[in-house]
């Protein structure tokens, strides 16, 4: 998985602008490469890294902080969908207690 960008001026092998990609993997978090852009059955094959690689230790490091990160974004999913339930219920309190109060 990754995401383009379409600043890239460098040409592939077949001539066309490549795209430039930012890696979404586990194994080459945040590292960008180029492509070529045409589709897979009618590219030039033109792919590369434009960056070095990345240590093993912030490989770990990056990918640790991602599972943090999944985890806590769970955490506000489920916190929000707990307080919109919490907000129901309030809301349905306060229409009993007006009938109450009439």
Not at 43 to 51: L, Q, R
Not at 74 to 85: Q, Y
Request: charged fraction near 30%; hydrophobic fraction near 30%.
């Amino acid at each position: 998985m990754s995401k383009n960008s379409y600043s890239s001026k460098r040409k592939c092998h077949c001539g066309e602008f490549a795209n430039h990609f930012t890696s979404t993997t586990l194994f080459n978090p945040g590292r960008r490469f180029y492509k070529c852009p045409k589709p897979q059955d009618t590219s030039c094959g033109d792919w590369e890294w434009s960056d070095d690689p990345i240590s093993d230790r912030a490989l770990v490091v990056i990918n640790n902080l991602r599972s943090q990160l999944d985890a806590a974004n769970v955490k506000i999913s489920t916190l929000k969908s707990s307080l919109d339930n919490v907000n129901i219920k309030r809301d349905k309190l306060k229409e009993k207690l007006i009938a109450v109060k009439i």
